[in-house]
């Protein structure tokens, strides 16, 4: 995982959004994401899983053990996060969440700094 959160995300970001700087820093530390301390990448490429075979990066708070799941893309200088949310599942008129996360529509566009 340390490995892979160096070479993939490791150094200074731009919120595109709120021109804020975000830092994914040594070992997993993370500064930038309001609510969240640490990150994560998801060592399990090319494995079926239940975010349907996409990349996947966490966001965790350490202090009251809360994290966020999204998918992760970079195109360029720029890294695209999207939120992960349940898949929901409709049986006998009810809807309830799924087995399967989906990609849902908040979106975190990081410019590499």
């Known amino acids: 995982t340390n490995y892979f959160n160096k070479q993939l995300f490791e150094g200074k ?8 700087e975000v830092i994914f820093g040594e ?3 993370l ?3 309001e609510g969240f301390d640490s990150y994560e990448v ?13 990349d996947v990066i966490k966001f965790k708070n350490k ?6 799941q999204y998918n992760w893309v970079f195109s360029d200088n720029v890294l ?3 939120e992960f949310v349940y898949e929901k599942v409709t049986y006998e008129g009810k809807t309830y969440d ?12 990081l410019r590499k700094h």
């Open 42 to 54: 998801r060592n399990y490429f090319g494995t079926l899983h239940m975010h349907k075979n996409l």
């Open 13 to 20: 970001y731009i919120n595109t959004e709120s021109n804020s």
């Open 98 to 109: 799924g087995d399967y996360l989906v990609l849902g529509k908040q979106e975190i566009k």
């Open 63 to 68: 202090q009251n053990n809360e994290y966020k």
């Open 27 to 29: 070992n997993g530390q």
């Open 31 to 33: 500064m930038g994401i």
């Open 80 to 82: 695209l996060l999207t």
